[in-house]
Nanobody
Framework: QVQLVESGGGLGQAGGSLRLSCAASKRSFRFNAMSWYRQAPGKQREVVATITSGGSTTYADSVKGRFTISRDNIKNGVYLQMNSLKPEDTAVYYC???????????????WGQGTQVTVSS
């Protein structure tokens, strides 16, 4: 079973930057798309950014132009560079990896444990 482990969360200031990292426990394991989600208190979990195995990226409107997702297929990691932070970015951020399983003709979802990001005004 592969695990995803996030790091890099913490306290940031409005207008500042933070960088989140997520590493898979098995370097040989290959994910299809990898994403960052976040969940603020009292709100549903939402997708922040996604990057495919080919490097195509999509972003939530709320973070476009401020956040950048990237991945390292050799290290099997995904990263989220967060710039121009806003207090509304405060949330628990989760790493997600999509595994394609041919035997079930479907996908499996893998989640990290989450890392807290708090942005002060």
């Amino acid at each position: 079973q592969v695990q995803l482990v996030e790091s890099g969360g913490g306290l940031g200031q409005a207008g500042g930057s933070l960088r989140l990292s997520c590493a898979a426990s098995k370097r040989s394991f290959r994910f299809n798309a990898m994403s960052w989600y976040r969940q603020a208190p009292g709100k549903q979990r939402e997708v922040v950014a996604t990057i495919t195995s080919g490097g195509s990226t999509t972003y939530a409107d709320s973070v476009k132009g401020r956040f950048t997702i990237s991945r390292d297929n050799i290290k099997n990691g995904v990263y989220l560079q967060m710039n121009s932070l806003k207090p509304e970015d405060t949330a628990v951020y989760y790493c997600h990896g999509e595994e394609v399983v041919a035997s079930i003709k479907g996908t499996l979802n893998h989640w990290g444990q989450g890392t807290q990001v708090t942005v002060s005004s």
